[in-house]
Nanobody, 125 residues
Framework: QVQPVESRGGSVQAGDSLRLSCATS????????MGWFRQAPGKEREFVAGISQSGGTTYYADDVEGRFTISRDNAKNTLYLQMNSLKPEDTAVYSC??????????????????WGQGTQVTVSS
Protein backbone atom coordinates (compact mmCIF):
# COMPACT_ATOMS: atom_id res chain seq x y z
CA GLN A 1 0.00 0.00 0.00
CA VAL A 2 0.95 3.65 -0.23
CA GLN A 3 0.73 6.23 2.52
CA PRO A 4 0.79 9.72 1.04
CA VAL A 5 2.11 12.87 2.69
CA GLU A 6 1.41 16.16 0.94
CA SER A 7 3.87 19.02 0.88
CA ARG A 8 3.01 22.34 2.45
CA GLY A 9 0.58 24.37 0.38
CA GLY A 10 0.57 28.12 0.60
CA SER A 11 -1.11 31.48 0.22
CA VAL A 12 -0.81 33.09 -3.20
CA GLN A 13 -2.38 35.81 -5.31
CA ALA A 14 -4.81 35.18 -8.12
CA GLY A 15 -2.90 34.37 -11.28
CA ASP A 16 0.05 32.88 -9.42
CA SER A 17 1.33 29.32 -9.66
CA LEU A 18 1.95 26.71 -7.01
CA ARG A 19 3.17 23.12 -7.12
CA LEU A 20 2.05 20.51 -4.64
CA SER A 21 3.83 17.25 -4.11
CA CYS A 22 2.72 14.06 -2.46
CA ALA A 23 5.45 11.75 -1.23
CA THR A 24 4.47 8.18 -0.55
CA SER A 25 5.94 5.41 1.52
CA UNK A 26 5.83 1.82 0.44
CA UNK A 27 7.22 0.09 -2.59
CA UNK A 28 4.02 -0.26 -4.59
CA UNK A 29 3.40 3.35 -5.65
CA UNK A 30 3.57 2.51 -9.34
CA UNK A 31 0.82 -0.10 -8.92
CA UNK A 32 -1.82 2.55 -8.26
CA UNK A 33 -3.78 5.16 -10.11
CA MET A 34 -3.30 8.33 -8.06
CA GLY A 35 -5.48 11.37 -7.67
CA TRP A 36 -5.77 14.83 -6.20
CA PHE A 37 -8.94 16.05 -4.53
CA ARG A 38 -9.86 19.28 -2.77
CA GLN A 39 -12.38 20.40 -0.21
CA ALA A 40 -13.41 23.99 0.32
CA PRO A 41 -15.10 25.13 3.54
CA GLY A 42 -18.72 24.06 3.63
CA LYS A 43 -18.40 21.99 0.48
CA GLU A 44 -17.95 18.32 -0.29
CA ARG A 45 -14.63 16.90 -1.36
CA GLU A 46 -14.29 17.13 -5.13
CA PHE A 47 -12.07 15.46 -7.70
CA VAL A 48 -9.31 17.58 -9.21
CA ALA A 49 -7.05 15.33 -11.28
CA GLY A 50 -6.02 11.72 -11.74
CA ILE A 51 -3.14 9.86 -13.36
CA SER A 52 -2.60 6.28 -14.47
CA GLN A 53 0.02 4.01 -12.99
CA SER A 54 2.56 4.75 -15.72
CA GLY A 55 1.67 8.42 -16.00
CA GLY A 56 0.61 8.00 -19.60
CA THR A 57 -3.01 8.93 -18.97
CA THR A 58 -4.18 12.00 -17.07
CA TYR A 59 -7.68 13.33 -16.51
CA TYR A 60 -9.02 16.48 -14.91
CA ALA A 61 -12.07 18.18 -13.53
CA ASP A 62 -13.52 20.62 -16.03
CA ASP A 63 -12.76 23.70 -13.96
CA VAL A 64 -9.02 22.98 -13.72
CA GLU A 65 -8.46 21.54 -17.22
CA GLY A 66 -5.80 23.60 -18.95
CA ARG A 67 -4.59 25.23 -15.72
CA PHE A 68 -3.50 22.27 -13.59
CA THR A 69 -1.14 19.45 -14.52
CA ILE A 70 -0.84 16.20 -12.63
CA SER A 71 2.32 14.15 -12.94
CA ARG A 72 4.22 11.43 -11.13
CA ASP A 73 7.77 10.23 -10.67
CA ASN A 74 7.60 6.53 -9.96
CA ALA A 75 11.33 6.36 -9.22
CA LYS A 76 10.77 8.84 -6.38
CA ASN A 77 7.34 7.52 -5.33
CA THR A 78 6.01 11.05 -5.66
CA LEU A 79 2.90 12.62 -7.14
CA TYR A 80 2.74 16.26 -8.23
CA LEU A 81 0.11 18.86 -9.01
CA GLN A 82 1.26 21.95 -10.88
CA MET A 83 -1.35 24.68 -10.50
CA ASN A 84 -1.18 27.71 -12.79
CA SER A 85 -3.44 30.74 -13.19
CA LEU A 86 -4.86 30.16 -9.74
CA LYS A 87 -8.23 31.65 -8.88
CA PRO A 88 -9.81 32.47 -5.52
CA GLU A 89 -12.26 29.63 -6.10
CA ASP A 90 -9.31 27.20 -6.06
CA THR A 91 -8.95 27.88 -2.33
CA ALA A 92 -9.32 24.56 -0.51
CA VAL A 93 -7.56 21.80 1.34
CA TYR A 94 -5.89 19.58 -1.25
CA SER A 95 -5.34 15.89 -0.64
CA CYS A 96 -3.81 13.04 -2.60
CA UNK A 97 -4.85 9.42 -2.52
CA UNK A 98 -4.46 6.11 -4.25
CA UNK A 99 -7.31 4.60 -6.25
CA UNK A 100 -8.68 1.23 -5.33
CA UNK A 101 -7.55 -1.13 -8.11
CA UNK A 102 -11.09 -2.21 -8.98
CA UNK A 103 -12.09 1.39 -9.76
CA UNK A 104 -9.55 2.11 -12.49
CA UNK A 105 -9.35 5.71 -13.72
CA UNK A 106 -12.03 6.92 -11.35
CA UNK A 107 -13.15 10.37 -10.25
CA UNK A 108 -15.20 9.05 -7.36
CA UNK A 109 -14.00 9.92 -3.89
CA UNK A 110 -15.03 6.54 -2.53
CA UNK A 111 -12.87 4.93 -5.20
CA UNK A 112 -9.77 6.19 -3.42
CA UNK A 113 -8.13 5.17 -0.18
CA UNK A 114 -5.03 5.90 1.90
CA TRP A 115 -5.62 9.64 1.93
CA GLY A 116 -2.92 12.12 2.86
CA GLN A 117 -3.53 14.60 5.67
CA GLY A 118 -4.27 17.45 3.27
CA THR A 119 -2.63 20.80 2.69
CA GLN A 120 -4.19 24.26 2.58
CA VAL A 121 -4.05 26.34 -0.58
CA THR A 122 -5.38 29.88 -0.30
CA VAL A 123 -5.74 32.15 -3.31
CA SER A 124 -6.55 35.78 -2.71
CA SER A 125 -7.89 38.21 -5.28
Amino acid sequence: QVQPVESRGGSVQAGDSLRLSCATSGRTFNNYVMGWFRQAPGKEREFVAGISQSGGTTYYADDVEGRFTISRDNAKNTLYLQMNSLKPEDTAVYSCAAARPAYGLTRKSDGFFNWGQGTQVTVSS
